[in-house]
């Protein structure tokens, strides 16, 4: 199939996991910026309202409600994304699936499969997908965000799915170090999100850095 001829002045950040907290300050700030936005998630609701936001401050937007564990649909995403634009600048993995906290002798199985396809799998088989996309950009970048969490007390389940993402960000980004996509690791401050508020229920949100700002010193740095 032909690729159609773009115009490439116009930067195109795939954001997975767009439809709320970080991933969606993110698809704000940069359409504000005059990037489009590829926002993916599951929530059709919460990416209509995102896509609002977005055009209110002057930018556009492409809408997948996808699940990123459904690896023929983001395949799918991936050769439309290839044959309109030819490439993506920015890929920023936000989507993760916070299981319930809980003491390592009492995980649930089913809990912690979930995990292990959204957090680890869904990583695994996006990477190639994307990959070729961000290598036909000027400058690609992937963008991974890595999480304190591991390693503490009932943090089990999410904990260890996050460092296993991140090892595999890792790997990709030492591999890819002299040809490309630049691969980035961030370590966003305490935000108060959704997840954040299952995870940590009495904790004081004023004292939280919002999303938005977290959102702007990342996109200061790219």
């Known amino acids: 199939m032909a690729r159609m001829t773009q115009d490439t002045s116009e930067k195109i950040a795939l954001i997975t996991g767009a439809s709320r907290g970080l991933g969606a300050a993110l698809a704000e700030r940069l359409g504000a910026q005059g990037w489009h936005i590829i926002a993916v998630a599951r929530t059709t609701g919460a990416l209509e309202e995102l896509d609002d936001r977005i055009k209110e401050a002057g930018g556009s937007a492409t809408l997948a409600p996808l699940d990123v564990t459904n690896e ?15 490439r993506v600048d920015l890929w920023a993995h ?45 400058a690609g970048t992937a963008l991974f965000f890595d999480d304190a969490t591991g390693g503490k007390r009932f943090f089990g389940t999410f904990g260890s799915s996050k460092a296993a993402q991140i090892a595999m960000a890792r790997s990709w980004q030492h591999e890819a170090a002299k040809i490309g996509p630049r691969i980035l690791i961030d370590t966003p401050a305490p935000m108060p ?11 004081e949100r004023a004292k939280l850095t919002p999303c938005a700002t977290e959102a702007a010193r990342i996109v200061a740095s790219l």
Do not use: Q
Request: proline share 7%; charged share 20%; net charge positive.
């Open 72 to 86: 023929n649909a983001m395949r799918h995403l991936c050769r439309s994304v290839y044959d309109r634009w030819g």
């Open 94 to 138: 936000a989507a993760i699936h916070a299981a319930p906290m809980s003491p390592a002798g009492h995980m649930a199985l089913k809990d912690l499969d979930k995990t292990i396809a959204t957090n680890i799998r869904a990583t695994g088989a996006l990477i190639p997908m994307v990959e070729p996309l961000l290598r036909a950009a000027a």
């Open 193 to 203: 999100t959704a997840t954040r508020a299952r995870f940590f229920p009495g904790e």
